[in-house]
């Protein structure tokens, strides 16, 4: 019923979860949180129920039950509180309980940071496949910018779980705005900071139609390559460019290196709105990148070099790793890549929800592949 | 009078400083056993300077013992291991994605109970002191001594470490104990990586640390004896044998900070260059700037942040080729054998600036190909000045210090560097670094922005790091606001930070002189 017949499925098992930790760090564009701690505790679930089956979408049956998992809340608390490991089955198994029928696989709502693990642990555990897709292809910081939401998928019914076995079913919402705020709340009254949520219940030919596609295996792919090349940052943007050509992902590009010279931030609103400015080595050129959550716009000169949704991960030259919004610090020196988003996530309907006016920036999204390339930089 | 004595992996440095005039210095090659090296290195310098040991108001101490411990898995303790806030964390094992042959040396084995707080300090259950206390009953049954207790969001309340603690020495008054509240900052994972090495340490902390202050006594030596930190600061041997992994990577550190009072200025850079790299480093207010990463010791991640410090493979054993091409290789110690200036066959970077005719060494003056000594004076160039350049957080030229054997190898001029300073005895830097060090305090508070503003967070963890501080020996009137770094806790409805603080203050001889049970 699930899968149709004469194909194969992917696995996933604890061996992988480092190149999926970082690649998800990477496609997290600074959110989604340290992925260290989902890591671990994905690589113990992965060792101890097995490996996990990650199949192509077009293996889908079309009546196939897929349901979105991943978690909600406050990375920097998931730093001190990880999670009690029952919280991820117990949404699940709530959701199931009042569709009245077993989920025939997972899927992320977002492949970037800890939430791109995360069902991997819970498939493990529930022996599910998990769809090759997510949500978003990065990490964005609600509910509403889930592209299942954008085309059309009710976030509804929804249930949440927290430690301490609270456990929540919102069995409507009216809208994708009102289900973020709810989630948000809950964790916050019931988890101490966090929640994790089973929502959007799909069928296999909505899951078609709405998610961004292979992009768990891209994580993979995207990880191995920054395990492989390290502070090589240059070998590692042309094996970047190789991933991402055949994809629907858009241009890569490297936009700036130079050190974190200022760094201005305040929470607000359950943002972490930041202001980030990295100054080329030892010249006067200084690039701006506006943070909420996720690094969302860069500029340099007043002049746009990439905007949200089209990615902007930062490396550390250090170590080629991720450096994520909630850790960067003055003084790091770092590399600006620029990467265009996947298609879904720049189509009119989707840019009424993830560009740059849907975070109160007073400017329009322009596609990377038209900005004016950055000059060459040292 | 102070003595700073620096252990280093081959020479132990030691200096003894009248105020700020350095009286004395020595270098010798350190011993097997350490303490007999650090003993004599101390007689030589109070012989040297004709003082008495009563004169003598404080000894500071940097060693690698402690890191070296847990790096070569020599006499560290099994220890139980005790989690607090089980229903937050248990999904991620104590000890997870360690080496396996330390975890076996470190952890006799582990226990989560529930309990511990919440990010405002809060507790949302009570801590099962049951469970806890049957877990010490069987840890002590099995001849464990040694605990590491950590508690989820014991940054924003200790409670239940304390009370986990008193549990502990109710049962047992002897055991060996360390609470994550007291080792750092939010992050379970890698505070708990630290609670679980420093408990581990503990009873060869006590040897060691007591060895030197029995040592010292004999040599009439009755002052407060410090040890050198990583962040540049020093705490009481006292303070030491309860917290040894604050000992871990303490001399990078101490070199910079003796360079600060070598050339009296506190921004700048400065270049510590050996026999095979030059490391180089940042000093913003007299203190080396941090790394931005986290930091593995042997093999474990911890949340402490050391010293940002470029290392450059040029040396003053680095050999150089016919392309005028220097290092990364370099004959090190053996520079007195195989240097040509000495006779040796291999040419080096000090055998140019031999004869170059920059400095006199060795007992002949090499011969080297027309254009060489060119050539390499421009790579060397070249390198520093791009190394200074990655450094350097702003395009201002900054005045680079220059300390350590080698220095003669760093050019007069290089970009971005407003001067080049050489002070004097720069070769025992690290030592006198470790006698001026002074003493620092941190604390952290996580706090809504509801309920209490930006503010009174700050107040309130820097009160508490001026507690900290001055238990560890400042003077209270001496502290001083070093550093106010705050972590968002984004995606929550109620937004929230994490305020984290730290004070430097001048060492509290007087008192400590009499006053030592601290703690």
């Known amino acids: ?378 | 009078m102070r003595i700073g004595v620096d252990v280093g992996g081959t020479h132990t440095d030691a200096a003894l400083l009248d105020g700020e005039t350095l009286r004395a210095s020595t270098k010798q090659l350190t011993s097997d056993d350490i303490a007999s090296g650090v003993l004599a290195a101390v007689r030589t310098v109070l012989d040297a300077a004709g003082v008495a040991p009563a004169q003598i108001s404080m000894i500071v101490l940097g060693t690698t013992q402690m890191t070296n411990a847990v790096v070569e898995r020599q006499r560290l303790e099994a220890v139980g291991a005790l989690r607090i806030g089980a229903q937050s964390s248990r999904a991620l094992p104590v000890a997870a994605q360690w080496p396996a042959d330390l975890r076996a040396h470190c952890v006799a084995d582990s226990v989560m109970v529930d309990g511990g707080h919440e990010y405002d300090g809060s507790a949302r259950i009570a801590t099962d002191e049951g469970t806890l206390a049957e877990a010490v009953d069987a840890f002590l049954g099995r001849g464990v001594e040694a605990f590491a207790v950590t508690g989820v969001f014991a940054t924003a309340n200790p409670a239940a470490e304390l009370a986990a603690a008193a549990v502990i020495r109710a049962r047992a008054p002897q055991a060996r104990i360390a609470l994550s509240h007291q080792l750092g900052r939010i992050g379970l994972y890698q505070r708990e990586n630290a609670t679980l090495l420093n408990a581990s340490l503990l009873r060869h902390a006590e040897r060691v640390f007591s060895a030197f202050e029995a040592a010292f006594a004999e040599l009439k030596l009755r002052c407060p004896l410090f040890i050198s930190q990583n962040d540049g600061t020093v705490m009481t041997a006292r303070f030491a044998r309860q917290f040894p992994v604050l000992t871990f990577s303490s001399g990078p550190t101490n070199s910079m900070r003796g360079a600060a009072f070598l050339s009296g200025v506190a921004d700048a850079m400065v270049v510590d260059v050996g026999g095979t790299t030059s490391d180089i480093g940042m000093l913003q207010q007299g203190f080396p700037r941090p790394s931005g990463s986290a930091v593995s010791v042997g093999g474990v991640l911890t949340n402490f942040r050391m010293p940002d410090v470029l290392a450059l493979g040029i040396g003053g054993g680095s050999l150089v080729a016919d392309d005028g091409s220097v290092g990364p290789l370099s004959v090190g110690r053996e520079l007195p054998s195989r240097a040509l200036c000495f006779g040796g066959e291999q040419r080096t970077a000090t055998d140019v600036a031999v004869a170059t005719g920059r400095i006199s060494l060795g007992d002949r003056i090499p011969i080297l190909a027309e254009g060489l000594s060119d050539r390499v004076a421009t790579e060397i160039r070249r390198r520093f000045e791009h190394t200074i350049d990655k450094l350097k957080t702003e395009a201002r030229e900054l005045p680079l210090i220059v300390v350590g054997g080698g220095g003669f190898l760093v050019p007069d001029v290089l970009d971005g560097v407003s001067e080049v300073l050489r002070p004097e005895h720069a070769d025992v830097a690290n030592a006198i670094g470790a006698a001026f060090a002074q003493v620092s305090g941190e604390a952290e508070v996580a706090f809504a922005h509801r309920v209490r503003s930006r503010d009174e967070a700050r107040a309130e963890a820097q009160a508490q790091a001026e507690a900290r501080a001055i238990e560890a020996g400042a003077v209270p009137d001496s502290l001083k606001l070093v550093d106010v770094d705050e972590t968002p806790m984004a995606y929550l409805a109620e937004p929230g930070s994490i305020l984290a603080t730290k004070v430097i203050g001048d060492v509290d001889v007087d008192r400590l002189g009499v006053h030592r049970d601290a703690r």
Do not use: W
């Open chain 1, 1 to 378: 019923m699930l899968i149709a017949s004469g194909c194969t499925a992917m696995h996933v098992d604890a061996s992988d979860v480092q190149a999926l930790a970082l690649g998800g760090a990477f496609l997290a564009t600074g959110g989604g949180g340290d992925t260290l701690i989902g890591e671990i505790t994905t690589g113990v679930a992965l060792e101890q129920f097995g490996p996990v089956a990650l199949i192509d979408v077009q293996t889908l049956a079309d009546d196939a039950l897929v349901l979105a998992v991943g978690g909600a809340g406050s990375p920097t608390i998931m730093q001190e509180k990880p999670s009690a490991g029952d919280e991820p089955r117990a949404a699940l198994e709530t959701l199931e309980r009042y569709l009245g029928r077993p989920a025939d696989a997972l899927i992320a709502f977002e492949a970037g940071g800890m939430n791109a693990l995360l069902p991997l642990a819970l498939a493990a555990e529930r022996k599910l496949p998990v769809v090759d897709a997510d949500g978003m292809g990065r990490a964005f910081p609600e509910l509403q910018m889930e592209s299942f939401s954008i085309y059309g998928i009710q976030a509804t019914p929804l249930a949440m779980a927290t430690e301490l076995d609270n456990r929540v079913l919102i069995e409507h919402a009216s809208s994708p705005e009102v289900a973020e705020q709810l989630v948000r709340q809950f964790a916050v009254a019931a988890g101490g900071g966090h929640c994790v949520s089973a929502e959007h219940p799909m069928s296999g030919a909505e899951v078609k139609r709405v998610a961004v596609l292979g992009t768990l295996s891209l994580c993979r792919h995207i990880g191995a390559a920054l395990l492989k090349h390290g502070p090589r940052i240059d070998t590692f943007v042309a094996s970047l460019e190789a991933l991402l050509a055949p994809t629907h992902y858009g241009e890569v590009r490297l936009l700036f290196r130079g050190k974190v010279v200022d760094l201005s931030r305040r929470v607000e609103g359950g943002y972490d709105l930041g202001l980030l400015q990295i100054a080329a080595f030892g010249a006067a050129e200084t690039v701006e990148i506006r943070i909420k959550n996720e690094y969302l716009t860069a500029h340099c000169d007043g002049q746009p070099l990439a905007l949200t949704p089209d990615l902007i991960c930062i490396l550390d030259n250090e170590t080629g790793r991720p450096i994520t919004a909630e850790t960067i610090r003055y003084g790091q020196r770092v590399t600006v890549l620029g990467i265009g988003a996947p298609a879904l996530m720049r189509t009119p309907r989707a840019l009424t929800v993830v560009a740059p006016r849907n975070f109160g920036f007073d400017f329009d999204y322009v596609p990377i592949e038209e900005l004016p390339r950055p000059s060459e930089r040292r």
